[in-house]
């Protein structure tokens, strides 16, 4: 008989933050569909109405950690009935701990992504609590062989890698190029504009890609934004960079299968569930390492450095390659599957 279990969330589509509120709705969606008996909590100020098997509690003012506190009553009361308690990075600590003290579900918590992996100099609170979390949980999981590889080293816990599934998203048939009024190539980038995500390596490539007709679109948006605006002023590129800002979920597809080539210079990508929808929007991908290239054949994609002249050869060479990339997707079934086999191997 399969486990009941109780996951603990953040968003869910179509109100995702990011790529962890992807994997929440998706995974979620696929124990559904093998009928398998899980329940989600999220804040109510993201959560869908009137969806069997999700919870919710509003979690007002305060920052991240304060309001998944208000959460964790709620948690513990739910975990009462489940046989795991799934919890997903270091802001899960709070409710997973209660959750093991409290009841007899057995904690499981996943690592998407680690805060060295976000920022240059990480909190303090967020390593230490990330350190709580893997020596505390039963269970640990990372979405990728590199995440697995930097718990081991910074907290000495060993982890299950589950590789995220594939995803993909609906075109409407709004044309962007038009738009935008582009008429050769377009680059795409979308993201939080942040140091992990490399974008002003990429900004400096474009003054070195040798196709000068190729127009990046920057989606996204974050605190670097208008230092990002003024470096490529300082460049002298602006002609060659559209700053769409933040593209609705309804639209991303579009963005997506208007791309010649999506451009991924993360300086730490412990998945990439962006590079998988623009794989399959049938777009070339320059890739920095990433968690995604472990599930994928050699070749797939134009791998790179997060360094501006390898990033403009990447570009360069993604634009002279006929027909789209070859590839088995990864479904979300399959993450289902494996995520079963961790969770019945834990309560063994």
């Given at each position: 008989?399969?486990?009941?279990?109780?996951?603990?969330?953040?968003?869910?589509?179509?109100?995702?933050?990011?790529?962890?509120?992807?994997?929440?709705?998706?995974?979620?969606?696929?124990?559904?569909?093998?009928?398998?008996?899980i329940?989600?909590?999220?804040?109510?100020?993201?959560?869908?109405?009137?969806?069997?098997?999700?919870?919710?509690?509003?979690?007002?003012?305060?920052?991240?950690?304060?309001?998944?506190?208000?959460?964790?009553?709620?948690?513990?009361?739910?975990?009462?009935?489940?046989?795991?308690?799934?919890?997903?990075?270091?802001?899960?600590?709070?409710?997973?701990?209660?959750?093991?003290?409290?009841?007899?579900?057995?904690?499981?918590?996943?690592?998407?992504?680690?805060?060295?992996?976000?920022?240059?100099?990480?909190?303090?609170?967020?390593?230490?609590?990330?350190?709580?979390?893997?020596?505390?949980?039963?269970?640990?999981?990372?979405?990728?062989?590199?995440?697995?590889?930097?718990?081991?080293?910074?907290y000495?816990?060993?982890?299950?890698?589950?590789?995220?599934?594939?995803?993909?998203?609906?075109?409407?048939?709004?044309?962007?190029?038009?738009?935008?009024?582009?008429?050769?190539?377009?680059?795409?980038?979308?993201?939080?504009?942040?140091?992990?995500k490399?974008?002003?390596h990429l900004?400096?490539?474009?003054?070195?890609?040798?196709?000068?007709d190729?127009?990046?679109?920057?989606?996204?948006?974050?605190?670097?934004?208008?230092?990002?605006?003024?470096?490529?002023?300082?460049?002298?590129?602006?002609?060659?960079v559209?700053?769409?800002?933040?593209?609705?979920?309804?639209?991303?597809?579009?963005?997506?299968?208007?791309?010649?080539?999506?451009?991924?210079p993360?300086?730490?990508?412990?998945?990439?569930?962006?590079?998988?929808?623009?794989?399959?929007?049938?777009?070339?991908?320059?890739a920095?390492?990433?968690?995604?290239?472990?599930?994928?054949?050699?070749?797939?994609?134009?791998?790179?450095?997060?360094?501006?002249?390898?990033?403009?050869?990447?570009?360069?060479?993604?634009?002279?390659?006929?027909?789209?990339?070859?590839?088995?997707?990864?479904?979300?079934?399959?993450?289902?599957?494996?995520?079963?086999?961790v969770?019945?191997?834990?309560?063994?």
């Open positions: 008989m399969d486990p009941r279990i109780l996951m603990l969330g953040w968003g869910f589509p179509p109100n995702v933050t990011g790529g962890l509120d992807t994997w929440v709705g998706e995974v979620f969606e696929a124990f559904e569909q093998k009928d398998v008996d329940q989600l909590l999220l804040p109510a100020e993201y959560a869908p109405e009137d969806r069997e098997g999700i919870h919710s509690v509003p979690t007002g003012e305060g920052d991240i950690i304060t309001r998944v506190g208000r959460m964790s009553d709620k948690f513990v009361e739910l975990a009462e009935d489940a046989d795991i308690a799934h919890t997903n990075d270091w802001f899960g600590y709070g409710p997973g701990l209660r959750a093991k003290r409290e009841t007899e579900a057995t904690w499981v918590s996943a690592f998407h992504s680690l805060s060295s992996d976000r920022n240059i100099n990480p909190p303090e609170r967020e390593v230490e609590t990330e350190r709580r979390v893997a020596k505390q949980s039963d269970v640990l999981i990372s979405v990728s062989e590199i995440t697995r590889q930097n718990v081991r080293e910074l000495e816990a060993d982890s299950h890698v589950v590789h995220n599934g594939f995803s993909s998203l609906e075109t409407t048939g709004f044309d962007v190029k038009a738009d935008l009024g582009i008429e050769g190539p377009m680059l795409f980038f979308v993201g939080r504009h942040t140091d992990q490399g974008i002003s900004l400096y490539a474009m003054d070195k890609v040798k196709n000068t190729a127009t990046l679109v920057l989606g996204g948006s974050g605190h670097q934004t208008e230092h990002l605006k003024m470096f490529a002023e300082l460049l002298g590129i602006t002609d060659r559209e700053f769409a800002g933040y593209i609705p979920e309804d639209q991303l597809g579009d963005y997506y299968a208007a791309a010649d080539v999506f451009i991924s993360s300086r730490a990508e412990p998945f990439g569930l962006t590079i998988t929808e623009a794989l399959a929007a049938d777009a070339q991908v320059v920095t390492e990433s968690g995604v290239r472990e599930t994928l054949p050699d070749g797939c994609l134009v791998e790179v450095t997060t360094d501006s002249d390898s990033i403009a050869r990447g570009i360069d060479e993604a634009l002279a390659r006929e027909g789209p990339p070859e590839y088995e997707p990864r479904t979300w079934d399959e993450v289902a599957d494996d995520l079963l086999d969770y019945t191997t834990a309560l063994e």
